[in-house]
């Protein structure tokens, strides 16, 4: 190999002409047919021969002589029919070199010209043999199906992307016929690869194939204008939920959890109450029950009771015995696994367990008969707890109100008023052992009939939330001791101190309140108890809402299990639950958390351009931290010159935009 010689080399999936200007320690420097000057090592060369070109020549010359070679190579391909040698050849399974290749091909006078040209056939039809330097291996009958089919398969990828790119280029740009006649099927195909890329992105197994498609159509693999595709082609609605879909959460049950819960019911109404909820159990369908709830309610899961004799109370809080109907493996209960917990949404909700248990033979309503587990709690006038009862039981309840029928009758209604006292009692206690109560409004979205979300804010601290809270507390926290002093694993819950404390009691303002709770620490789940700070007790667990939550259904089947009705989970068993419900009680959180933000800022979207208050929570670099009091949400506010504002601080502001679906919100002085 020396200076002029005529040498080929691929670039960019093409043979390129080229003869040799210069070399220097095998790196050579090339005159290409394209008229361009390269550098390259001499390995990358895919064919050379002592053909030599005059440099003395001009570089028009040499370059129309590269063009004049090149064509006649390429002239020469056609005579090479690679398919034909490769049925005569490959039963050999050998190497075969350049040389006798090329004699194969044209067995009269092979020249360089000849040589390249099988090179070229070659390179060009990379089916039937392995190209390996100046030597050719046939492949076996099996690797070429194989490497057939995956030339198809990669055919077939690129018409996707092509068609593709060209398709949803077309629909950004709103015209009403896609350019290409794609088949439904087609538009289907292209769809499944862009709807996981869209809601996972590089999580997604598309997302190569799908950044492709979307780098054609000129745009980017979060860009809102392909939602906006989707929606106008009806794969999602405008207000489509895309957690849902993005986490894969199931809005129905399967089929054979919905025979088994079937069953469940029909078996409990059609059986008398003695074989249906067995004979352990303490007769209380006298006792006046009360359930509080939500008007929207329909999943009663606990009721109170109250009796008052000479210097004490007794305190009743009864929680539906799920553990009683759904039992453990069952298809139900491995479908409550799954799904952890019940997901509440303004739009809609999703129970953890199929409604005819959840709302109907679950659900502690009025005038049912049902079993339960009841707490009683003997308290003495002063508040005092003087005994703790924890018993099977049947119950009726008598009354179901809203917090907003307590909120009305509190004064004139002697039951609810002892239940609220004790509730009051009860949180002082909390709080003179250190318990941070953090007390701010809280948002209830919802949406109608017509789609429009509607606010109100809710106070939390209005008697009859007030007295469910602390009762439900209460109740869990007993339980946490009657299942500590059985050593009965559970999920117990605990909380380290917080970070810092900016109020005593529970005397903060809202800045103060919403401050603190970004000082709480997380937090944790463990099998054995441990003190919760911010609670000020010193166990505690859920059990008051097993429709609601797996965790409370696996607490309350160990209260259960020390009071003879089941069998306890092992510290090993409770351990892996905490650690896979955990997971996806996170998804669940992340779920709601994002629903209920959507249709907040969908409510303010019809409010731009109004003014509304807020507070200064701190200052960063180029904006205030703000929250919004009228929705308790926090944002920024951009610095104003010749404006300084400290935390705390009221202000009125404006707001400028608002996009729920892309989570926008801004808003600037008013």
């Known amino acids: 190999m020396e200076v002029g010689n005529i040498v080929e080399f691929i670039d960019r999936q093409k043979m390129v002409c080229a003869v040799i200007l210069e070399i220097k320690k095998l790196r050579l420097r090339l005159l290409t047919e394209a008229n ?49 040698l490769w049925e005569i050849l490959n039963s050999e399974q050998e190497w075969i070199d350049l040389e006798t290749m090329t004699e194969f ?20 039809n990379r089916l039937y043999f392995k190209f390996n330097g100046s030597r050719f291996f046939p492949h076996s009958e099996e690797k070429v199906i194989q490497l057939d089919q995956q030339q198809k398969e990669n055919a077939r990828i690129e018409r996707v992307v092509a068609n593709g790119s060209r398709w949803i280029k077309h629909l950004i740009q709103n015209e009403t016929l896609p350019p290409l006649n794609l088949s439904a099927e087609e538009q289907k195909d292209i769809m499944e690869i862009l709807k996981p890329v869209y809601l996972n992105q590089k999580e997604s197994r598309y997302y190569s194939l799908g950044k492709r498609i979307l780098r054609g159509a000129g745009i980017g693999v979060g860009d809102s204008r392909l939602l906006q595709v989707f929606i106008n082609l009806g794969v999602w609605g405008k207000d489509e939920n895309l957690d849902l879909i993005r986490f894969g959460v199931s809005i129905d049950f399967p089929e054979k959890v919905k025979e088994s819960a079937e069953k469940l019911v029909k078996d409990a109404y059609y059986s008398n109450a003695e074989i249906t909820y067995g004979t352990k159990r303490v007769n209380l369908t006298d006792l006046p029950l009360i359930t509080i709830d939500g008007q929207a309610t329909l999943d009663y899961d606990d009721a109170l009771s109250i009796e008052k004799s000479n210097d004490h109370y007794r305190l009743g809080i009864h929680i539906s015995d799920v553990g009683h109907f759904i039992k453990k493996e069952s298809p139900v209960d491995q479908e409550a696994i799954h799904r ?39 308290i003495g006038t002063y508040g005092n707890i003087v005994d703790v009862e924890v018993v099977p039981s049947l119950i009726t309840v008598q009354r179901q109100l809203s917090y907003y029928d307590v909120n009305t009758v509190t004064e004139e209604d002697e039951e609810i008023r002892m239940l609220y006292d004790i509730a009051k009692q009860f949180r002082q206690k ?20 017509e789609g429009n979300p509607a606010v109100s804010k809710v106070n939390r601290e209005s008697p009859g939330r007030m007295l469910v809270a602390e009762l439900m507390i209460m109740a869990n926290w007993l339980m946490a001791r009657f ?22 009691n529970n005397e903060g303002t809202l800045y103060q309140n919403w401050a603190q709770r970004k000082l709480l620490n997380r937090f944790s789940l463990a099998h054995g108890a441990n003190h919760h700070a911010g609670l000020g007790l010193e166990a505690y667990v859920t059990a008051t809402s097993p429709i609601r939550k797996y965790f409370d259904l696996v607490t309350q089947r160990q209260i259960r299990a020390v009071l003879g009705l089941d069998k306890p989970y092992t510290k090993e068993e409770i351990n892996y639950l905490i650690q896979t419900l955990s997971v996806t009680m996170g998804v669940v959180s992340r779920i709601q958390y994002n629903r209920n933000r959507y249709w907040l800022l969908k409510h303010i979207e019809n409010l731009i351009g109004e003014r509304t208050e807020a507070i200064v929570i ?53």
């Not at 030599?52 to 190579?73: I, T």
């Not at 091909?105 to 092979?110: A, G, I, R, Y």
């Not at 999920?491 to 109020?503: H, K, V, Y």
């Open 340 to 378: 952890a917990s019940s997901i509440y949404m303004p739009d809609r909700k999703i129970p953890m367990i199929p409604p005819g248990l959840a709302e109907g033979l679950c659900s502690l309503k009025a005038g049912e008969l049902r079993p339960a587990i009841s707490t009683f709690v003997q």
């Open 618 to 670: 701190s200052k960063k670099r180029n904006a205030y931290s703000i929250l919004l009091k009228d929705f308790m949400l926090e944002c920024d506010l951009p610095l104003s010159s010749g404006i300084d504002l400290k935390p705390e601080d009221l202000v009125r502001v404006k707001i400028q935009h608002v996009n729920a679906r892309n989570d926008i919100i801004s808003v600037f002085i008013g």
């Open 36 to 84: 361009c000057e390269v550098k390259l090592s001499a390995d990358r060369l895919s064919h050379r021969c002592d053909h030599h070109l005059d440099l003395s020549m001009s570089r028009e010359r040499l370059v129309a002589n590269l063009k004049e070679v090149s064509s006649r190579r390429k002239a020469l391909i056609d005579h090479v029919d690679v398919k034909e």
């Open 430 to 449: 909390r709080l003179t052992q250190g318990a941070l109560q953090i007390t701010l409004p809280e948002i209830n979205i919802w949406v109608d009939q």
């Open 105 to 124: 091909c044209f067995p009269e006078n092979p020249s360089a010209d000849h040589e390249s040209a099988v090179v070229r056939a070659f390179f060009d």
């Open 483 to 504: 299942l500590n002093d059985h050593q009965v694993p559970a999920i117990f819950r605990s909380q380290p101190e917080p970070r810092g404390r900016l109020f005593k």
